[in-house]
């Protein structure tokens, strides 16, 4: 079984992260995608980052009506702070039989020689890479390597961000988001 590892905050999940996942399971040789919610990031303001939970919920909510989409805890009992490199090895010895591949976003590409281990990432793994819009072409040392995989996806320009901002402005975003994930949303008043 081939899982490719979709690592995020899903602060909240929205349909451009269920568009991207689908299109890589559905295109590429990869059998799941695993949402794995990111806990606590150091670099990110703890003010509006929902508990680990919440956002397990949504992810949750937002994928169980695909087959091929999965939410993912794994990085919640890992020691903080946690690197990709890490769960890697954690998912390999609970998983043996499994192949695990990371997808990113292209703009992440021109600090992943900054990722610790990532040379031993790269030894053991697949990355599928979706592309973003960029100012110019994303050159990086990484670009011609057997192991990465640009799959030619939706480009998305949807951000949690602007959701968030829009939510605590009380602007309807209803169309960026599943259906199940607004629901819990609203019911919550997360955001506001």
């Given at each position: 079984?081939?899982?490719?590892?979709?690592?995020?905050?899903?602060n909240p999940i929205h349909?451009?992260?269920?568009?991207?996942?689908?299109?890589?399971?559905?295109?590429?040789?990869?059998?799941?995608?695993?949402?794995?919610?990111?806990?606590?990031?150091?670099?990110?303001?703890?003010?509006?980052?929902?508990?680990?939970?919440?956002?397990?919920?949504?992810?949750?909510?937002?994928?169980?009506?695909?087959?091929?989409?999965?939410?993912?805890?794994?990085?919640?009992?890992?020691?903080?702070?946690?690197?990709?490199?890490?769960?890697?090895?954690?998912?390999?010895?609970?998983?043996?039989?499994?192949?695990?591949?990371?997808?990113?976003?292209?703009?992440?590409?021109?600090?992943?020689?900054?990722?610790?281990?990532?040379?031993?990432?790269?030894?053991?793994?697949?990355?599928?890479?979706?592309?973003?819009?960029?100012?110019?072409?994303?050159?990086?040392?990484?670009?011609?390597h057997p192991k990465i995989?640009?799959?030619?996806?939706?480009?998305?320009?949807?951000?949690?961000?602007?959701?968030?901002?829009?939510?605590?402005?009380?602007?309807?975003?209803?169309?960026?988001?599943?259906?199940?994930?607004?629901?819990?949303?609203?019911?919550?008043?997360?955001?506001?």
């Amino acid at each position: 079984m081939k899982i490719g590892l979709y690592f995020g905050s899903f602060n909240p999940i929205h349909i451009g992260h269920l568009v991207i996942a689908n299109h890589m399971a559905e295109n590429s040789d990869l059998n799941q995608i695993w949402f794995v919610v990111t806990p606590h990031n150091p670099f990110k303001k703890k003010s509006s980052l929902l508990d680990n939970y919440q956002r397990l919920e949504m992810v949750y909510r937002a994928t169980k009506q695909y087959d091929k989409l999965k939410p993912s805890d794994i990085e919640f009992n890992l020691p903080q702070p946690n690197y990709t490199i890490n769960t890697l090895t954690h998912l390999k010895e609970k998983y043996p039989n499994y192949e695990f591949s990371l997808i990113m976003g292209e703009d992440n590409l021109k600090s992943f020689h900054k990722w610790k281990n990532h040379e031993l990432i790269l030894e053991n793994h697949n990355v599928y890479i979706y592309p973003r819009i960029s100012e110019s072409k994303i050159v990086t040392p990484f670009n011609k390597h057997p192991k990465i995989h640009l799959v030619a996806a939706p480009i998305m320009q949807i951000s949690s961000t602007h959701i968030r901002k829009a939510i605590k402005e009380k602007k309807n975003i209803k169309p960026l988001l599943p259906q199940p994930v607004w629901e819990y949303l609203d019911e919550m008043n997360f955001y506001k």
